[in-house]
């Protein structure tokens, strides 16, 4: 069975300091990985995918296939960044998303 | 180009009763997939639509149904609805299948009383 575990539900940091919120999944074959994120009062959207391995507003993740995770990385939080924050899972051949229960981000000034 | 609609924003209905829920695609998009979210389970898989026929399908009651049109919008429909129904249901379409990007509408909030 597919699954995502995002084990923080909150997450709080101060501005500057580094981020990282933790996505580990279950999946036999070979996934594709995502990290969404939804500001307050706005549509969830696409941050990363794994496959791209790019940057975006300064985050990073890296698939790591031996420890089946995907953690999400900054290394100096700005306060734009406090939002909430979902990893997904999608299964080859399949548009279906298996999402975590999402880790809320608070960065504090 | 405008981004994935979906309307109405916001329905209020009672216990027992039906809903039906809208979603026009990006233009182009040819794949349309719904998802619930709730705040106790999350986002959960509703349904995938491609080419006017249902791909896919998430664990949910029978009651959850839904279909896409020749114009690639989609309805969802919830039939009998119950206290647990009430989420927020967001409609994601994507270019087709395979490793498409999935662009999310601002979802329809939907609470029954």
């Known amino acids: 069975a597919q699954r995502v575990t995002q084990p923080e539900k909150l997450l709080s940091v101060f501005k500057g300091a580094p981020v990282e919120l933790k996505c580990n999944y279950s999946y036999s074959g070979s996934p594709e990985l995502f990290w969404y994120v939804q500001y307050s009062r706005q549509r969830l959207q696409l941050l990363l995918r794994?496959?791209s391995r790019e940057s975006i507003k300064g985050f990073t993740a890296d698939l790591n296939k031996g420890e089946t995770s995907f953690h999400l990385k900054k290394p100096f939080a700005q306060e734009e960044d406090s939002a909430m924050y979902y990893c997904?899972?999608?299964?080859?051949?399949?548009?279906?998303?298996?999402f975590g229960q999402g880790t809320r981000l608070t960065i504090n000034p | 180009k405008a981004g994935v609609t979906q309307t109405p924003r916001y329905l209020i209905k009672t216990r027992g009763q039906q809903v039906t829920l809208s979603c026009s695609p990006i233009s182009g998009h040819r794949s349309v997939s719904w998802y619930q979210q709730t705040p106790g389970q999350g986002l959960q898989f509703l349904f995938e639509y491609f080419s006017e026929t249902q791909r896919n399908k998430g664990n949910f009651p029978g009651r959850f149904s839904g279909r896409q049109f020749s114009n690639s919008r989609s309805e969802m429909n919830v039939s009998t609805l119950e206290l647990g129904d009430s989420a927020l249901y967001l409609c994601?379409?994507?270019?087709?299948?395979?490793?498409?990007?999935?662009?999310f509408g601002s979802g329809t909030q939907l609470s029954v009383l």
């Open positions: 994601a379409s994507s270019l087709g299948q395979g490793r498409r990007k999935l662009f």
């Open positions: 997904a899972l999608r299964s080859q051949g399949a548009q279906k998303l298996v």
């Open positions: 794994h496959i």
